[in-house]
């Protein structure tokens, strides 16, 4: 708790605005035409059946919207977020309930009614481009990360858990944005999450009604494609010590695997747990 409390007021010392400091302006650098469509080739996968959001936009058209027009207006969006009062971010759940019984979630993320939703879908996914693409240049995603990284899947780590068997508390903000500003993680973009995160508010929509707005301060933020990048940013710092009973594959010694969010310790023996 003690640590935890360092974290929590480390948080609440970083300034709301804050410049990148990174060579390569990862947090700064305004949106371009290519990255704008990157994302929406990422939005034309999901089906045409996909749930629209609160607005009644779908995918398409999204899709269909001027790539030119949308970098123009997202770096408006992007730059001027923190200037705009009174803003309001939530999220509207939609509960939905499948014949067999299993209740499936599918949500919109909404700030105000002042903000084209369909620019808010594409910025969502740059953010994600902006964040993997530092992650990626800095090495600080471990190959052990498997589910949540974008190329791997479960194979993996399925592979290297039966190679072993033959052989023998919910992440918290504040740590979350004091590993990113240790990492050189500052400016725009990050002030912007930064503020969704400490602002965002969620109702639950089931059969017709929507609940009034709830708060949650803990954890990331639910199924936001961002997520994953933010929980294995957060556990990359994760390690345990070389022993000698880790299991060796191929003389290197692993002493766990992280399947998304899950971690799987290894040993050969009790003690080495």
């Known amino acids: ?8 007021a480390t948080a609440n010392m970083i300034f709301d605005v804050t410049a990148d400091t990174t060579p390569e302006q990862f947090f700064d650098s ?5 990255v704008i469509d990157n994302a929406k080739i990422e939005i034309g996968n999901h089906g045409a059946s996909s749930t629209a959001g609160i607005e009644q936009v779908h995918y398409k058209d999204i899709v269909d919207m001027d790539s030119v027009l949308i970098t123009k207006l997202s770096i408006g969006f992007v730059y001027n977020q923190l200037q705009v009062a009174n803003v309001v971010y939530f999220n509207w759940i939609i509960t939905i309930h499948a014949p067999n019984g299993i209740t499936v979630f599918s949500l919109s993320l909404g700030f105000n009614q002042r903000v084209n939703p369909d620019i808010r879908e ?17 090495n600080i995603i471990l190959k052990l990360q498997n589910g949540f990284q974008k190329g791997y899947r479960t194979n993996n780590n399925a592979f290297i858990l039966q190679s072993a068997i033959e052989k023998a508390r919910v992440m918290d903000p504040s ?5 990113l500003q240790k990492l050189v993680a500052s400016g725009k973009l990050c002030n912007w999450i930064r503020l969704i995160y400490r602002l965002m508010r969620y109702k639950v929509g089931h059969e017709g009604e929507l609940s009034d707005f709830i708060d949650s301060s803990i954890g990331i933020l639910i199924c936001n494609i961002l997520s994953p990048e933010f929980w294995i940013i957060f556990f990359s ?4 010590p070389v022993t000698d009973d880790d299991v060796r594959l ?5 002493s766990h695997l992280e ?6 310790l290894l040993a050969l023996s009790p003690k080495g747990l």
């Open 250 to 254: 191929a003389g290197m010694a692993i």
């Open 259 to 264: 399947q998304a969010d899950d971690l799987l």
């Open 237 to 240: 710092d994760f390690n345990i």
């Open 175 to 179: 740590t979350l944005w004091c590993k």
């Open 30 to 34: 305004p949106f371009k035409v290519g």
């Open 122 to 138: 594409l910025v969502r996914h740059c953010q994600t481009c902006w964040v993997s693409t530092w992650a990626d240049a800095c």
């Open 1 to 8: 708790m003690e640590l935890h409390a360092q974290f929590e």
